[in-house]
């Protein structure tokens, strides 16, 4: 069982940053690979990012450029950077784990999720 915890959302303006961070505990391994997922009201939850163990990275298209993924296995953290953030990047974000890359990256449903976290960017 792996445990996931979100924490580093906020509310900031149009053009501002934010660093998400997810911790993991429990039976976790720095073999596995997470990915950060939003979902936005009235929507259905989309992927944002990932990373592999070994730090290789996939983006969505409307992130690709502004956020950047990385991890810190000797601390089992994985951080989101969001840079030059938009009105539509409003959404809760989950971190999310799993031992599959593809199971991440392709079919996007990862084992273990956190609870998540509230980013509002105001206009």
């Known amino acids: 069982q792996v445990q996931l915890v979100e924490s580093g959302g906020g509310l900031v303006q149009a053009g501002g940053s934010l660093r998400l961070s997810c911790a993991a505990s429990g039976r976790t391994g720095s073999t596995y690979a997470m990915g950060w997922f939003r979902q936005a009201p009235g929507k259905e939850r989309e992927f944002v990012a990932a990373i592999s163990w070994r730090s290789n990275t996939y983006y969505a298209d409307d992130v690709k450029g502004r956020f950047t993924i990385s991890r810190d296995n000797a601390k089992n953290t994985v951080y989101l950077q969001m840079n030059s953030l938009k009105p539509e990047d409003t959404a809760v974000y989950y971190c999310?784990?799993?031992?599959?890359?593809?199971?991440?990256?392709?079919?996007?449903?990862?084992?273990?999720w956190g609870q998540g976290t509230q980013v509002t960017i105001s206009s």
């Open positions: 999310a784990a799993d031992p599959a890359w593809g199971v991440v990256v392709t079919t996007r449903k990862p084992s273990y």
